[in-house]
């Protein structure tokens, strides 16, 4: 096996990209959205995996970096694969129960983010791009129904014969990502 992984065969595995981030939400089932700077939408409080480092520790860390806070990170909630479109690759990105906690003690991430805001269904609908939307909804309906939803491209897998493709089997028409 060690002459294996030092091969051009090796090498040449197909990667992808991973993310974890988390659903934090307060007794009146609003979902934490933090607002970067760096972008247009608001998103949930996560960002991606590094390498050796698992999908769970990377939200714990995120979760720190992002608001100075250690959450704990509970079960998972959400599997959704991220079709290519703004970015060239794919990636899978898991979504993760969070511990609720003070929010007073939220301190934003200097320079990485502005602002943070407790948000109803509609206002996650309004704040997300559509499949980020969809994602944060399946996450909140795991939470409630103790399950883990597997999406892809936000979408329950379970309907995906309901939508159509684009040829390259990516990306649907409808949820294309606009630069």
Known sequence: MPDFIHSEAFRALPRKRVGAGALITNPSHEVLLVKPTYKDAWEIPGGLVEAG????????RELREELGLDVTVGRLLVVDWDA??????????????????????????????????????????????????????????????GGIAELEDGYPVTALNDIKRTPSQGRTESTRRVP
């Open 84 to 145: 290519p479109g703004v970015l060239p690759d794919d990636g899978l990105m898991l979504v993760y129960a969070a511990a609720p906690f003070d929010t007073s003690r939220i301190a934003l991430a200097s320079g990485e983010l502005s602002d943070w805001a407790w948000c109803d269904r509609p206002t996650v609908r309004e704040r997300l791009v559509d499949y980020k939307a969809r994602r944060v909804e399946a996450a909140l309906d795991a939470h409630a129904s």
């Open 53 to 60: 480092e698992s999908p769970r520790a990377a939200a714990t």
